[in-house]
């Protein structure tokens, strides 16, 4: 085994061993396959997770023994687009309104609390990049889908929704922290750290705040801000105005650590509607990759374009890229 693999794939590696469930092994398995760097050294590890993840779709798919129909609860939600984004929280706090405003997706929104009892996800556009936002049955204590937590535990981002008019807005928030906890997702910065477990495994969260049209909402806001402090961010939106939904998806985008560059062929002007996207830190070698294998394979040289001064500059495969970078491969 290469030596040189990522914390990261390392801890999700220890969770994958001790999960049962397929659901949720599978999603593991797609995050280890994202966090692995891909160089010969781990063509084997590549092969034989590409194998494990192929297994453990059929066995998700499979028809259960003597004809009865899977019900199983929605507990896995397909990655598409460059991340997800899980919207979770309290009942009526906007959350179905979110998914309204920026993506294609059928929600229902409702002046009733618990209108959304299934999981729906839809893709909202952010410059160039597709986000994928996932919308939830709402947690409370009356009502809550265990599955729910499956859901947050396995997302690149949480996003607690909240509501600017809501006058209980800080014990909502504490219930809501507790009772994700309590159902064993582990919020980043938001719960303290368990020291039995690695913290890469928490799942990085932020706050989006509807109703900042709401009268006193600046003072709830203000309230909410306090008891949350540097520990993560909040974004005030108002869906009635269409405000501040542009920043919450720039820096949704942002949280996934992730760097844009992009191709061209010689002669011509890149394509910068089509990124390829990459970790923070990848190199000339990995965006060959994230066109084909073959492509990295055969590279001589790139010519690379970018801010970092570069232009037209020959760069070998090992040469760290930054966001904005124009490449063009030569082999
Ligand atoms: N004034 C104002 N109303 C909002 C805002 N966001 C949502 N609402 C209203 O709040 C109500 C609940 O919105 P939903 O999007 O259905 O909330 P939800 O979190 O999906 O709620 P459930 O799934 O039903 O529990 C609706 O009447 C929305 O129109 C906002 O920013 N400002
Ligand atoms: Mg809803």
Request: proline share 7%.
């Amino acid at each position: 085994m290469p030596a040189n693999l990522p914390p990261q794939y390392v801890e999700l590696e220890n969770q994958y061993r001790d999960e049962k469930d397929p659901k949720i092994r599978l999603e593991l398995a797609q995050r280890m396959l994202r966090e692995i760097p891909k160089h010969k050294g781990t063509d084997h590890l590549v092969g034989e997770l590409k194998r494990k993840i192929s297994k453990l779709k059929v066995q998700i798919e499979k028809p259960q023994k003597h004809g009865a129909t899977r019900h199983s609860a929605p507990d896995h939600i397909p990655r598409e687009g460059a991340g997800q984004f899980v919207l979770f929280g309290p009942p009526n706090a906007g959350k179905s309104s979110i998914l309204a405003a920026l993506t294609r997706a059928h929600v229902e929104v409702t002046e009733w609390p618990y209108a959304t009892h299934k999981p729906v996800a839809g893709m909202a556009q952010w410059e160039n990049v597709q986000l994928q936002l996932v919308d939830t049955p709402s947690i409370s204590p009356q009502f809550c889908e265990p599955y729910v937590f499956n859901i947050i535990r396995t997302t690149d981002v949480a996003v607690l929704v909240m509501s600017l008019g809501d006058d209980d807005i800080l014990s909502e928030y504490d219930y809501i922290i507790n009772r994700v906890h309590e159902g064993k997702v582990r919020l980043r910065n938001l719960v303290d750290p368990d020291p039995k477990l690695p913290t890469a495994l928490d799942v990085p969260v932020a706050i989006v705040a509807t109703g900042n049209d709401i009268p006193d909402s600046d003072t709830r806001l203000a309230l909410l801000s306090d008891v949350v402090g540097e520990r993560t961010t909040i974004w005030p939106v108002s869906l009635t105005q269409g405000t501040g939904l542009n920043e919450f998806l720039a820096g949704a985008y942002k949280m996934l650590g992730l760097i844009r560059v992009y191709t061209k062929a010689p002669g011509h002007e890149a394509d910068l509607n089509d990124p390829i996207l990459l970790p923070i830190g990848g190199n000339v070698g990995d965006a060959a990759r994230g066109i084909h294998k073959e492509i990295a394979e055969q590279l001589q040289f790139a010519r690379i374009w970018g801010t970092s001064g570069f232009d037209g500059s020959r760069v070998t495969a090992d040469h760290e890229v930054a966001d904005g970078d124009v490449l063009e491969f030569h082999f």
